[in-house]
Structure formats: C-alpha cells, structure tokens
C-alpha cells in the first residue's frame, strides 16, 4: 500500500510564507500538490517531473515553488506571499503510468 504523508499546513497572514511537505513510500515518475476550495474538485496547484521540470497554475506562478528530493521520495512545495484565496486543503499527488496516490490532505489558511 502505498502511503503519501503531507506536513507543513497552518495558519499564516497575508504576505506570509508556508513549506509544504510529502513523503512517499516510494518512488514516483510525477509529484506535485493539489488543493480544493470549499464545494469544489480539486485543482493542480503545481507539478514536478522526476527529471525536475516544473508546471505551475497560472495563479500561483512566480509566489509557489515546487521541489522534490529522489532520494528520498519527498516533495515539497515553498509558498511565499500568501494570499487569503490560497485557503484551502492542499493534498500531495504522485502518479505514474497505471498508478496514482494521494495523501490525506492539509489545511493552509491564510488570515489576519
């Protein structure tokens, strides 16, 4: 069975920065973070390539970094000028060709 273990959710101002991370049991092609707002499905937030290459949400781009460490199966996600539409669960995804995990989701709120 395959385990996806998300940390690093809380709460933080506007303007503040948060580290998202997740740790897999083992290695995966694809890593990226998911989140979901109230009443919605969830949408791709960023993604990253075992090889490195990034992919980011137009709404994210240039405030989100998305890295990953092969070693040891760990992506993280730096987020950085925090916005109060950035509130939702953020939720660590790994997949690959006829597989896919998902992790049990984190709470980030972003709030004075």
């Known amino acids: 069975q395959v385990q996806l273990v998300e940390s690093g959710g809380g709460l933080v101002q506007p303007g503040g920065s948060l580290t998202l991370s997740c740790a897999a049991s083992?290695?995966?092609?694809?890593m990226g973070w998911y989140r979901q707002f109230p009443g919605n499905e969830r949408e791709l937030v960023a993604a990253?390539?075992?090889?490195?290459?990034?992919n980011y949400a137009d709404a994210v781009k240039g405030r989100f970094t998305i890295s990953r460490d092969n070693a040891n199966n760990m992506v993280y996600l730096q987020m950085n000028s925090l916005k109060p539409e950035d509130t939702a669960i953020y939720y660590c995804?790994?997949?690959?060709?006829?597989?896919?995990?998902w992790g049990q989701g984190t709470q980030v709120t972003v709030s004075s």
């Open positions: 995804k790994a997949w690959a060709i006829g597989r896919v995990a």
């Open positions: 083992r290695s995966f092609f694809n």
């Open positions: 990253i390539s075992i090889g490195g290459i990034p």
